[in-house]
C-alpha cells in the first residue's frame, strides 16, 4: 500500500516561489544598500578596541604607509603577506587622514568591493534572494574585524589578507559553480575575465589562496557549455591583471619572482602532511551537513532528470572542503571552513530547480521537495552569516563603548590614540607581550628613544616581528626591509633577505630588549642578523625596553658612542 501525502501545504509551495524571484530595480537597490551598510559598519568601528595580537595591526599600518610614500611592495620593501591587503590600507590611510582608523576604512572598501563584485555577477544567473544573501556573506567576510577561527569578539586587525582572500574565493564560487546557462558571448567571455583577474588578485593576498582558485576553476570549466570563450575571458583577465600589476611595479619581474620564491621557501619549513590531516579533520564536522546536502541534491537531480551528471555536484563538494583544508593547512588559523556557507546557497538553489517547485514531485510523491532543500542550504548558511554579522556588531558596538580603562591602554600620538589594546591575562607569554599595556609600553617607549637621539629626517627599522615607528612617528620609512618577519612564515635559516636588504637604507635600527615577536622568531633574527647589525651599525643609545644603532657616521650625540669611544681610548692607552 502506498503512503500517501497531502496534495498542497501552502507555504511549502509559496517558499520555493518566494525564494526564486528573480532580480528588479526595488530589490537590486535592497541588496545593494545591504552591502554597502555592511562596508560602512567597517569603516565606522575603524580600529576596533584589540583583544589579541596587537602588534599585527603595525603590518597593515606600516605597508600602508610605505605605499603612501611611494613605495612599491616587492619592489621598495618585502611585503612579508601578499600586498593587496596594503593597497587598501593606503587608501583607509588616505581617508583617515593618517589616523589608525583608516583600517576599518580598509575593510569596508574591500567588503563594498568583493560584495557588489559578487551581486553583479549573480543579480542574472541567480534569483535575487540567494544572489543577495551569498553577497552579503561575503562582504562580511571582509568586514568583520575577527580573525577567522578565533573566538567570537576576540576582536583584531590581525591575519586581515585571510578575509580577504576568503571574500575573493567566495566571488570565484560565486561565478563558477552557478550552472551554465544560456547567454551571449559578451557575457561569457566577462564573467571569465573576472575569473582570471580574480585568481591574480588571490596571489597578491597569498599564492596557497591562489592555487584553491585555480583548483575551483579546474573543476567548474570541463563542466559548462562555451568553454573556448569563457577560456579566452579567463586568460584575458589574467593576462590585464598581470599587465596592471607589473606596471605598477615598472616590469620588475625579478624583484616579484625573488619575493615570491622566498616566501614559498620559508613556508615551506611550516608545512607538513600531518598538519593536512589536521585540517581535514577538524573541518569533517561542520563539513558533514554541506555533504549530505550534496547528496540530496544530486539524488533529487537523478530522480527528476535521469540524464544529469549528479556526479558533478559530488565533485564540487569534495572540491570546496579539500579547498579549504588546504587553505586551513597554510594559515595560521585554528579552525573554520568560511565558504561552506556560500557553496550551501549554490546547492539550495540547485535543489530548488531539480526539484519540482510547483507541487509533490512526480517521482517521489512528497511535497515540498525543493522547499526542504532551500531550508537546508539556508541551516548551513546561517552559522557563519550570523558569526560574522554579530562580529561586525559587536565591533561597532565597541567603537561607541567606554572601555574597560583597568584593561586598556591608549598610545599617545593623536593619529594612534584611536586604537585601543586589551591586557590578555591569561595569553601565552608571546600574547602578553604583544597587545595591551605591555605593547603600548613597547612602542612609546621606542617613540620617546628615537625622538631625543634622531631627527625627524632619519629613518627607522625594527629588528622584530614588525616595525612600528615609520607609522607611529609618521617618517618617511626607509627602503628594503620587511613589514612582518616570522620564523618559517617570511624567513627561515636557508631562505632569508640578505641583512644589506633587511636594514636596507635605514639611518636607526631598533633592536628590543623584549621583543613582541615569539621566542622561536626572536632567537631566529638573532641567529641571522645580529652580529651583521653590529658590523655595519654602532650602538647609540639604550633604555630599558629598547637599544638604539645607527650607522658610525651618524653618531653625534650618541651616549653609547660616547662609552665605545672611552672603551676605545683605554683600550690604546693599555
Given amino acids: 500500500m502506498t503512503r500517501s501525502f497531502p496534495a498542497s501545504i501552502p507555504w511549502i509551495d509559496r517558499f520555493p516561489r518566494f525564494w526564486g524571484r528573480p532580480s528588479d530595480l526595488p530589490r537590486d537597490f535592497t541588496a545593494i544598500l545591504a552591502i554597502v ?84 555577477l549573480t543579480r542574472r544567473r541567480l534569483p535575487w534572494m540567494p544572489a543577495a544573501l551569498i553577497s552579503c556573506c561575503i562582504a562580511l567576510f571582509a568586514a568583520d574585524p575577527n580573525p577567522v577561527g578565533f573566538p567570537l569578539y576576540d576582536f583584531s586587525h590581525a591575519m586581515t589578507y585571510n578575509r580577504f582572500g576568503y571574500a575573493l574565493l567566495g566571488v570565484l564560487m560565486a561565478e563558477s559553480f552557478i550552472e551554465m546557462q544560456p547567454a551571449v558571448r559578451s557575457k561569457i567571455l566577462l564573467r571569465g575575465f573576472s575569473s582570471g583577474a580574480i585568481i591574480i588578485l588571490l596571489i597578491l ?38 599587465l596592471g600589476w607589473l606596471t605598477y611595479l615598472r616590469f620588475d619581474l625579478a624583484a616579484v619572482l625573488s619575493d615570491l620564491t622566498l616566501m614559498a621557501g620559508a613556508k615551506s619549513g611550516a608545512l607538513s602532511a600531518w598538519g593536512l590531516k589536521w585540517a581535514i579533520f577538524k573541518g569533517l564536522p561542520e563539513f558533514i551537513w554541506i555533504g549530505a546536502l550534496a547528496l540530496l541534491v544530486a539524488r533529487v537531480r537523478g530522480w527528476r532528470n535521469p540524464a544529469a551528471r549528479s556526479i558533478d555536484i559530488l565533485i564540487l563538494a569534495l572540491t570546496v572542503f579539500v579547498g579549504q583544508a588546504l587553505i586551513l593547512a597554510t594559515n595560521a588559523q585554528p579552525s573554520g571552513y568560511p565558504l561552506n556557507a556560500i557553496f550551501a546557497i549554490l546547492l539550495a538553489e540547485r535543489g530548488r530547480l531539480a526539484a519540482d517547485d510547483r507541487g509533490p514531485s512526480a517521482i517521489t510523491g512528497i511535497p515540498g521537495t525543493g522547499a526542504a532543500l532551500i531550508l537546508m542550504g539556508i541551516l548551513c548558511f546561517v ?44 595569553g601565552t607569554s608571546a600574547d602578553i607581550r604583544s597587545n595591551g ?6 612602542v612609546e617607549e621606542g617613540v620617546e628613544l628615537i625622538r631625543k637621539f634622531s631627527r625627524s629626517s632619519e629613518t627607522v627599522y625594527t629588528l622584530d616581528f614588525t616595525d612600528p615607528f615609520s607609522y607611529a612617528l609618521l617618517r618617511r620609512p626607509a627602503h628594503g626591509g620587511m613589514t612582518c618577519m616570522d620564523y618559517n612564515a617570511q624567513f627561515s635559516d636557508r631562505f632569508k633577505p640578505s641583512a644589506d636588504w633587511i636594514f636596507g637604507a635605514a639611518d636607526i635600527v631598533m633592536v628590543p630588549k623584549r621583543p613582541s615577536a615569539t621566542d622561536q622568531t626572536t632567537q631566529a633574527l638573532e641567529r641571522n642578523y645580529l652580529t651583521k647589525l653590529e658590523n655595519q651599525y654602532r650602538m647609540c643609545a639604550e633604555s630599558d625596553w629598547w637599544k638604539l644603532y645607527k650607522r658610525p657616521s651618524s653618531l653625534r650625540g650618541c651616549t653609547g658612542a660616547r662609552r665605545d669611544t672611552a672603551s676605545e681610548e683605554k683600550g690604546g692607552a693599555q
Avoid at 612599491?72 to 589608525?100: C, E, H, M, T, Y
Avoid at 563542466?223 to 593576462?239: D, F, N, P, Q, S
Avoid at 558596538?397 to 584593561?407: D, I, K, L, T, Y
Fill in 383 to 426: 552559522p557563519a552569516f550570523a558569526r560574522n554579522a554579530f562580529g561586525l556588531a559587536g565591533a561597532l558596538a565597541q567603537r561607541f563603548a567606554v572601555p574597560e580603562s583597568a584593561q586598556t591602554t591608549r598610545f599617545q600620538p593623536p593619529h594612534l590614540a584611536g586604537l585601543i589594546l586589551y591586557d590578555v591575562p591569561d
Fill in 437 to 442: 599595556r605591555v605593547y603600548v609600553n613597547y
Fill in 37 to 120: 551598510l555592511i562596508g560602512g559598519a567597517a569603516a565606522i568601528a575603524g580600529a576596533v578596541p584589540t583583544r589579541i595580537f596587537g602588534h599585527d595591526i603595525f603590518i597593515l599600518l606600516d605597508g600602508g604607509w610605505r605605499i603612501l610614500n611611494g613605495q612599491r611592495p616587492q619592489v621598495d620593501f618585502s611585503p612579508g603577506i601578499g600586498p593587496l591587503s596594503f593597497w587598501f590600507v593606503a587608501a583607509g590611510l588616505k581617508l583617515a587622514n593618517n589616523s589608525v582608523h583608516g583600517v576599518g576604512i580598509a575593510d569596508g572598501l574591500m567588503a563594498v568591493l568583493a560584495g557588489g563584485w559578487s551581486y553583479l
Fill in 205 to 242: 593576498i597569498k599564492p596557497s589562496y591562489a592555487a584553491v582558485g585555480a583548483l575551483f576553476l579546474a573543476i567548474s570549466v570541463p563542466t559548462r557549455k562555451a568553454v573556448a570563450w569563457r577560456l579566452i575571458g579567463m586568460a584575458a583577465g589574467l593576462a590585464m591583471t598581470t
